[in-house]
């Protein structure tokens, strides 16, 4: 039987590296040679469900800096040049890059170890694999190449690898082949997959439809982000009563809460620390607060005020994000795959063929769970057109730092990004090559592959 090393740690001095996706084997190896050994390597939760790009946030305009958290010691340059969209703004270290690489390994160590072996389970763990790997490489497509569209589609992707020999160094490809493979990834998982799994840390069916239906609308696939937003709400469809969340804690929610249908949380990233009420770094924009109801349990749920640092009690007119999915006070916030998400990609999907009531009805579901018990009444749109505009809003204000806002801004560019810092103002117009960041300084330096342009 062949044996394959478990590489458990990544080379992060990429001075000494010649490829862009370096893996370096450690002395603290174990093997990977069974199916119980691809599970446990999968179940690895500090590899494949943490640690997601942040700076995709770190670009939207869900929240600000004000001037003294711009100058936060803990706020680095680099974080201020992407929070203002510096056309050199680019990082130097391959953290972000490399972190979701070795997942895609680690999914191909498997892959390749599954491909000698047999029995029942082989076919889901398969569907795992491919899943985690699909999920890595979407990830980086939202950061590192030109949002999908008829004129991208030759635009340079992302290296695809398939194998775990880190001699494989593929070129950039294209927009299409990219999301093709993420696409065709998903679908084969998705035939393999279990219809349930025992946690939520855990690819199922569930998981793999969710994630067509968000890779789908990326693409502004409409229908097939419907369809698959169906599919994934046929195995899933519960949403959480807001009424029994209490608006009084800083972690309102608990980590795989029944709507989560696949968990995963972003890294760190000290600008987007809401902080825990004085000396906070992210504060949503006042035009997302202002746009809640009075009785949308969201506002108190999502969002609490911000405190002087001088006393500790005077409300400051601000408000920090406090609705992370998974109970953390930090930036490393709630990214996975959620029921909300999905009633909220098939309402898109409804409203765009012109279904407004097939829009509403998904729209209702959702904010009756999420406005005070006897208080909501249904919303009713004439057309499609003014219910994509409903789902539009919802969507932003029940999304709110979970990693899809930056996403959402790539596909729809319907607006001018603003931010003003020390009384200068930045800008970020639709159709800017900005919205497409520049790959790390250090998979340049140590490989072949050609810079985003600018």
């Known amino acids: 039987m062949k044996t394959f090393p478990i590489i458990l740690l990544v080379c992060m001095g990429f001075a000494s590296c010649r490829k862009f996706v ?19 390597l999968m179940d690895n939760y500090e590899l494949f469900n943490t640690n997601y790009p942040a700076d995709g946030e770190l670009s939207a305009n869900d ?28 990082r130097a270290s391959a953290d972000a890059w490399v972190k979701q690489y070795n997942k895609i390994y680690h999914a191909n160590l498997v892959l390749e170890t599954l491909a000698t072996l047999s029995g029942t389970e082989i076919g889901h763990l398969k569907g795992s694999a ?29 290296p695809i690898h398939l194998k775990s020999d880190i001699n494989d160094v593929p070129g950039r490809g294209t927009v299409k ?8 990834t998903l679908q084969e998982a998705a035939d393999l997959l279990n219809t349930t799994s025992s946690i939520a840390s855990r690819p199922n069916k569930a998981a793999a439809y969710a994630m067509l239906a968000r890779v789908y609308l990326s693409m502004q696939d409409y229908p097939n982000a419907r369809i698959n937003a169906d599919k994934a709400l046929a195995l899933r469809h519960e949403l959480l009563d807001y009424n029994t969340a209490d608006p009084n804690t800083l972690t309102p929610f608990v980590r795989f809460n029944k709507e989560v249908i696949f ?9 987007l620390d809401p902080g825990y009420g004085e000396g906070n770094s992210a504060i949503i924009v006042p035009e997302l607060i202002n746009s809640y109801a009075a009785n949308d349990l969201r506002k108190s749920i999502f969002f609490k005020e911000n405190l002087s640092d001088v006393d500790y009690t005077t409300p400051l007119g601000t408000f920090r994000f ?4 998974d109970p953390a006070v930090s930036s490393a916030q709630f990214n996975g795959l959620s029921v909300d998400e999905m009633y909220l990609i098939r309402a898109e999907g409804y409203a765009r063929a012109n279904n407004a009531a097939a829009a509403m009805e998904d729209i209702n579901t959702l904010l009756r769970s999420r406005w005070k018990a006897g208080t909501y009444t249904n919303q009713m749109a004439a057309n499609g057109a003014q219910a994509l505009q409903i789902v539009l809003k919802e969507r932003r204000k029940e999304l709110v730092m979970r990693g899809l806002r ?13 931010r003003m810092v020390d009384g200068t103002t930045f800008t970020l117009a639709p159709g800017d090559s ?3 960041l520049l790959i790390p300084q250090e998979v340049i330096t140590n490989s072949q592959l050609p810079q985003n342009p600018r």
Do not use: M
């Open 22 to 40: 370096d893996i370096k084997k450690s002395s603290a190896q174990s093997f990977v040679e069974t199916a119980n050994d691809c599970q446990l």
């Open 63 to 90: 929240y600000y800096l004000d001037d003294a958290g711009y100058h936060l010691d803990r706020v680095t340059i680099e974080a201020r040049t992407l929070y203002t969209w510096q056309p050199n703004a680019i």
């Open 130 to 158: 491919l899943f985690l790997r699909a999920y890595a490489l979407w990830a980086l497509a939202q950061l590192y190449i030109q949002p999908y569209s008829s004129a991208t589609l030759q635009a340079p992707g992302l």
């Open 177 to 184: 082949e990219t999301y093709d493979h993420i696409v065709n």
């Open 263 to 271: 968990q995963s949380v972003k890294t760190r990233e000290d600008a």
């Open 322 to 325: 406090t609705g992370n999915y």
């Open 406 to 418: 930056w996403t959402d801004l790539r596909r729809l560019q319907d607006e001018t990004l603003t």
């Open 434 to 436: 900005r919205f497409t």
